[in-house]
């Protein structure tokens, strides 16, 4: 019919269109459902409903977005964090919280001559007149007995390899025993208190400030780090330097005839407290500024100075330098003591501590029993030093445990051997602790018993005083 009135080719497009209409409403109907199940609109409602439904269904996913960024990124500090806060020491790096502040010094003005500090002309008069109006805190502490201030000290950071800073340790127990035993005080230091005054210059400074800080201290020792007390028995003669104020390892000859560098030592010595102690520190610290002014120096020592290498000026070439070029001015109150080890080289000491075990015992201080061994070139605490590093540090142990044993037979124990961290028990326990014989005199000093008679005497002045206000009265 319908070909008959529209024609046969007419109705054939027809017929083509009609199909093509079928198969695009049903494509349209497969989206829907497919679409109505995928973004959630599967409650059957309305076409309204389905259209809000979708409408919810895309602006909620692009307010997600950047919900989703910041959530991958908070994902991503925190595994961060997670990393940064580990609990194995070994892995943490110390360096991220060992961050230097900008310095707030002024710089110095290098056409001014340096100073330690404001000069000061009558100590003497504003320390005797301190210890008179402070009687509880006397500068002798007994009959020829000073008190003594011991400073040592190391650097404000981490050492630069990784068992410096137990060997410090070791250095620093080494010396508390001694001070101990022998009633010195003892102050340990980690603050650079000048910047110009780094590396072997940092302790004038703060020996300055000290000597100010503490009249009631007679003698102030410096130790440095590196220097270990091997004789723990011995005790220093104080009554041999009444008319001296510097006291150094040394030899006369070798300083005022020879005019070596290593003359003497400054790594361990003592300083009388008093004008011409500050007036010493004055004139001994102009070549320590770092920089152009120490190296100039240097040049100075190399070409004064008998066998000195070419590096900047350091202390102890500056102090031999002072006393051979000044000794009229100097040279009286400073006693350069060889009798003894206040210093000693740790190279022809510490391989012959078996010997001097053998044959001899503490309390002698010299080449048969050093009171100090000092490891002078080691560099425990640097990166490199002047020694292979395994012989420096198998004779520091060495040299501890020379010391400790000294300690520990107090006890009753000792170290299985001079290179063992283990100790053995050398003696039985008693019933009778009291009795046990303490043979070197260490537990018990004589001095000991002379303060506590000294605290007596200072318990009866006060005495004395009360009585003699209320007869005022």
Known sequence: MIDKCLGAQRSRKIQRALRHCKVTILC????????????????????????????????????????????EVQTTSSNN???TDTNNYNEFDIYKILIDEESDDLKPD??????????????????????????????????????????????????????????????????????????????????????????????????????????????????????????????????RYKDSNLVMHGWNEMVYDQKNWIGLNTGSFLLRNGQWALDILDAWAPMGPKGKIREEAGKVLTRELKDRPVFEADDQSAMVYLLATQREKWGDKVYLESAYYLHGYWGI?????????????????DHRWPLVTHFVGCKP?????????ERCLKQMDRAFNFGDNQILQIYGFTHKSLASRR??????????????????????????????????????????????LKDRR
């Open 28 to 71: 349209l109907v497969l989206t829907v459902v497919v679409l109505r199940g995928t973004i959630g609109a599967g409650n059957f409602g309305t076409p309204e409903q389905d259209f809000v439904e979708i409408r919810d269904h895309f602006y909620s996913r692009k307010r997600a977005e950047p919900h989703r960024v910041l959530e």
């Open 81 to 83: 964090q997670a990393a």
């Open 110 to 239: 290098p056409n001014k001559p340096y100073s330690l500090g404001p000069k000061i002309s009558d100590w003497d008069e504003q320390r005797s007149r301190w210890l008179k109006e402070n009687p509880n805190y006397p500068n002798f502490i007994g009959p020829n007995k000073p008190r003594v201030l011991l400073v040592t000290g190391s650097s404000p950071k981490p050492c630069e390899n990784a068992v410096g800073d137990h060997y410090l340790l070791k250095s620093i127990k080494n010396k508390i025993d001694y001070c101990r035993l022998h009633g010195i005080e003892i102050f340990y230091n980690m603050a650079l208190l000048d910047a110009e005054m780094a590396g072997f210059w940092a302790k004038l400074p703060l020996i300055r400030k000290l000597l100010l800080s503490h009249p009631e201290v007679e003698y102030l020792w410096w130790m440095d780090s590196d220097a270990m007390f091997t004789d723990m028995a011995f005790e220093v003669p104080w009554e």
């Open 349 to 365: 000491l510490v391989d012959r501590y078996e010997e001097m075990i053998e044959n001899y015992h503490p309390g002698l201080g």
């Open 381 to 389: 605490c640097g990166k490199f030093g002047d020694y292979p590093v």
């Open 423 to 468: 100790v053995k028990r050398v003696r039985n326990e008693t019933g009778n602790p009291l009795e046990v014989k303490d043979e070197l005199g260490l537990l018990h000093p004589a001095f000991k018993a002379v303060k506590n008679t000294m605290a007596k005497l200072l318990g009866a002045y006060r005495v004395m005083r009360r009585l003699e």
